[in-house]
């Protein structure tokens, strides 16, 4: 079953987020740190990774959990779905979301539609990397 991490600093939105990945039978985990957050980046096996850009009081430009994945080996990164949720964020918007290293970008007051616009970047995103995937695994 795939992993979603949820980093929002919101707890209902979080929660909310929590229970559009249950339907979709997707585990999620809930840091309520940033530390929790990283800590378990480091152990778990994580698919997906919801991350506010002020998760934690981070900075947008500094915000250490999309630079820990964006510093990953291109092998591991591939193999994580990075969603980046902010208030400045124009929902799917493409190229945003190519300049901060993330397969979607999703404008916090939006979040409502979070399950439309996560079902058509999923189905995206496996079929971006499935050849490549493929391959590794022969």
């Known amino acids: 079953m795939p992993k ?12 909310n987020l929590s ?5 979709l ?4 985990i809930l840091p309520l740190s940033l530390e929790e957050a ?11 990774i919801v991350v506010n850009e002020k998760f934690a009081n981070e900075k947008p430009q500094e915000n250490r959990i999309i630079q820990w994945i964006n510093s990953l080996p291109m092998y591991r990164r591939r ?6 949720t902010g208030e ?5 918007d493409r190229l945003i979301a ?5 397969d ?10 979070f399950q439309a616009y996560f079902k058509r970047a999923y189905l995206e995103y496996q079929s971006k990397y499935k050849t490549y995937k493929d391959l590794l695994n022969k």
Request: charged content about 25%; some cysteine; aromatic content about 4%.
């Open 88 to 92: 400045n964020l124009k929902s799917a």
């Open 4 to 15: 979603a991490l949820i980093c929002e600093n919101d707890p209902d939105l979080q929660k």
């Open 98 to 102: 190519f300049a901060k290293g993330a």
């Open 79 to 84: 193999d994580i779905m990075l969603i980046i």
């Open 19 to 23: 229970l559009i990945f249950k339907t």
């Open 104 to 113: 979607l970008v999703v404008n916090s007051k939006e979040l409502n539609n």
């Open 38 to 48: 990283i800590n378990n980046l480091e152990l778990e096996d994580i698919d997906i």
């Open 25 to 28: 039978n997707i585990e999620s």
